[in-house]
């Protein structure tokens, strides 16, 4: 039973640089979502896919977020031009199509933005 | 916007002790969730509530969906030093993901 699966695990960048990370959710699951969180907070809802369409993007915290899922399987946040308070958790999760709600989370990718 | 409540901010019990944290809201929820984060981890999946009024047990866990749909409430029977970490309530009800409460931090003394 594989669940979701993110990499890399952690990531240390520089102020200025692009960074990516990639999440891969469980096989049979549709619906693919990104969250960010910092140190106290619970995760705050970035953005979701339903197979390869991106429904909801709004929530992307500025136009240096961009997020992908080209093929309906795996995804990709890629944050631009990184800024300090960028730092933070970045956790994806995945939902079968009957149960939306019924998410669940990988590991997360906590990045450093020095 | 919708407020999601979560207390108490922290517990500190000795082990063996049952524990009772609760979720409230301002606005009608269709879907209740229970996550566990551990350090450095993503929040795990405990239980998930789709009715009012529905209670459901996982182990030593057990929620409930509150019959107005606005609450719910997570007890942990007997703990045991495992189940230190933060617990996360959650909603979801719709296509903007689910929002989070702010956790309650779960410490176990010896």
């Known amino acids: 039973d594989t669940g979701v699966s993110q990499n890399p695990r952690h990531k240390i960048t520089k102020r200025g640089q692009n960074v990516t990370f990639r999440c891969d959710p469980i096989s049979e699951h549709n619906r693919l979502y990104w969250y960010r969180q910092t140190l106290g907070q619970g995760p705050e809802f970035l953005t979701y896919f339903q197979n390869e369409a991106q429904l909801e993007k709004s929530r992307l915290l500025s136009d240096r977020f961009s997020a992908e899922r080209p093929k309906g399987s795996f995804s990709t946040l890629e944050i631009q031009r990184t800024e300090q308070g960028d730092s933070a958790m970045y956790l994806c999760a995945s939902s079968a199509r009957n149960t939306p709600d019924t998410q669940y989370f990988g590991p997360g990718t906590r990045l450093t933005v020095l | 916007g919708q407020q999601l409540n979560q207390s108490p901010q922290s517990m500190f019990i000795q082990e063996g002790e049952d524990v009772s944290m609760n979720c409230t809201s301002s606005s009608i929820f269709n879907t209740w969730l229970w996550y566990k984060q551990d350090p450095g981890e993503g929040p795990v999946l405990l239980i998930a509530?789709?009715?009012?009024?529905e209670l459901t047990s996982n182990g030593r866990l057990t929620a409930q969906f509150g019959i107005t749909r606005k609450d719910s409430f997570l007890n942990i029977s007997a703990s045991i030093p495992s189940d230190v970490g933060i617990y996360f309530c959650?909603?979801?009800?719709?296509?903007?993901?689910?929002?989070f409460g702010k956790g309650t931090h779960l410490i176990i003394q010896p």
């Open positions: 959650a909603w979801g009800g719709g296509a903007d993901g689910l929002t």
């Open positions: 509530l789709y009715k009012a009024g």
